[in-house]
């Protein structure tokens, strides 16, 4: 439960320490914890199986550690889990040792969690040539946050990151879409039926590139009741121009092989959505 005392004076902290902006954040994510993330997750999981779509969830692992019933119903789903760093810190501010340790950090705490995983996204999509070479050092097999450079964002198809050494990552990567339900809810308030439109107007674009799309869509806010629903459209549209939406392992493994999409799809789509906090409590402690 909230304490309201510990509340008020983390307020102050923040006020005044960061301003408004992020007063005002924490204020929003207040109230989307309100939900527990454990519906937040099951509103998901329904509208997706009834349109059989896949799902990657980034996870941040100091807070998996914390939430062990939580994991446990993750990896009950037929979706995928992803690296998204131990602490969610901007690496851009960390010396390449710093990445280093918690890189190993997060991946020490996944194998301990027993939760499979292949794929990395640095917290904030927030890479430094060191973070590209961390990602080849630990050997995953994509990654999926370096395609939010503007330089490969706008693209759809998967690629491969320039390394120090002159060689390409033997990782792919895969371009990471603008359109985050960061800025379509809380910088441009957009109604679940706009986000729909938005999502479905970048698979038109996709669609003609016969490419890859990838969207980051975090459950704190996709999860809630008057958001869900954007998904509907959505992937009434995706299964009408016969899209392929797998878990990005699938899309990897598939796409590695043929060169192309499964089924002959027009075009492959990511749903993704990192998962920075389980708990309002969870946030806070980023501070
Ligand atoms: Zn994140």
Redo the contacts with the bound molecule.
């Keep these: 439960m909230v304490n309201i005392s510990r509340l008020l004076s983390w307020s102050k902290h923040l006020r005044a320490r960061r301003g408004s902006k992020i007063f005002r954040q924490t204020v929003r994510m207040f109230h989307y914890h309100m939900q527990p993330f454990q519906l937040l997750l099951t509103r998901i999981y329904e509208v997706l199986s009834e349109y059989e779509a896949g799902f990657t969830y980034?996870l941040?692992a100091s807070t998996a550690k914390k939430h062990l019933r939580l994991v446990e119903m993750l990896k009950s789903y037929p979706y995928e889990i992803a690296i998204?760093?131990y602490k969610?810190v901007r690496y851009q501010h960390l010396t390449y040792q710093q990445q280093d340790r918690d890189i190993f950090k997060a991946i020490r705490t996944f194998k301990e969690l027993k939760i499979p995983y292949n794929g990395f996204?640095a917290?904030?999509?927030n890479y430094t040539q060191d973070t590209i070479e961390l990602v080849e050092k630990y050997k995953f097999k994509w990654d999926i946050g370096i395609g939010y450079r503007p330089e490969y964002r706008k693209n759809n198809t998967i690629f491969n990151a320039p390394l120090q050494n002159g060689k390409l990552s033997s990782y792919n990567c895969v371009p990471l879409n603008v359109w985050s339900d960061d800025s379509m809810i809380d910088r441009y308030k957009m109604s679940a039926k706009q986000i729909g439109k938005t999502l479905i107007s970048q698979l038109k674009h996709a669609k003609s590139k016969q490419g890859v799309l990838m969207f980051d869509l975090?459950p704190i806010r996709l999860g809630q009741k008057q958001y869900v629903s954007c998904l509907i459209p959505f992937l009434e549209y995706a299964q009408k121009i016969n899209a392929w939406l797998p878990t990005v392992s699938e899309a990897i493994e598939y796409w590695n092989k043929h060169q192309k999409w499964k089924h002959d799809a027009p075009v492959c789509c990511l749903l993704t959505g990192?998962?920075?906090n389980f708990t309002f409590w969870d946030y806070l402690r980023r501070f």
Excluded: A, T
């Design positions: 980034p941040v998204h760093g969610h996204r917290p904030y999509d975090h990192d998962i920075d």
